[in-house]
């Protein structure tokens, strides 16, 4: 059994949603420990009341890391969000020593097979797995940006890979900024070092594994049969849906800053069962008195970039908008 941990606020409500209904649908065991950010998303869990979904706030990650209060006070919300990444695997470590993965999600991650069986056949060895952007040859420069995700992290429950894991949180909590800077970017570029500090860290092979816009432009295959998805020719275990933003209109979906253009298989094989996900629990937010309604809002969890005249536009050259209409009803003809 593996431990996964992610958090959100009451903005990521939707995307928390959809990726807690896969985890549900695709792991059998292994739990989910999310990390409410704010009253509205704690309450909001514990009424629906997940099996296997351990609930905490943001006040037991703060409590048991002393200086993130700190960190809270000398760089932006958004900063504040990366530092958070790096301080849930060692609180995960240390509160469930019977797992034998700890491993930190992005909230906006969604589940296509059981990531656990990646893990389950990681050698004893292995302390540590990380899972690369993938960047096509023509993307290369991207990776000032870090040759790691920080999307899908898995740490084994050891003394050795705790010790990378204080390392990355205390190094974040020194400096983690959205900016590029002295070899450095948020708390992603730090991944880098660790195969420097420990022994057993490795690249996960598996492309499907944590796969994004970023790494679309090296896919050649995409299929799914009888719920079975595959890219590349191996299976298709959880996409990140970075950057996808939305209002009652429509959905830009992420990838046109990859200059990526979604295709109609691409579309109906991966994104359509995501944003048919995120519709549900659209509609069924914005029935909440309590809640804001979630199709008003562009905003995302981490500030990305602005939904700007020029952002739509290059959206609409790379074909990377859709109608909900496209969503709700099958454009494969």
Known sequence: MNIYGTFANRNFLSQLLALTVSFHEKTTESRLAIFA??????????KLGFDRVDLRKLQDLENFHKDLPIAKSNRLESEYFFTLTSAIPSFLIT???????????????????NPDIVLENADSSVNVVLTPHNFAKKDSHLLIYGEFNTGFVAFRINPTSNEVAEWWLQSCLAWCRDLVEDGKFADQKYLESFPVLIDGVITCNDVGLNLGPWGLNNISTISSVARDWEVNNQKL?????SGIKWNRWGVILGAWPYKHRINKTLFNTVYRPYLTEITKWNDYLSAQETLIPARKALRT??????VTLRVIFRALL?????SWRSVTHDSNK
Do not use: G, W
Request: glycine share 0%; net charge negative.
């Open 237 to 241: 275990y959880a996409f990140h849906f």
């Open 318 to 322: 790379t074909n990377d908008i859709r």
């Open 95 to 113: 509160h469930y020593p019977r797992c034998n993965f700890a491993v930190y999600i992005d909230a906006d991650l969604f589940f296509f097979a």
């Open 301 to 306: 969890l981490r500030s990305t970039r602005k």
């Open 37 to 46: 950010l704010d009253d509205e998303t704690h309450a909001f869990f514990e």
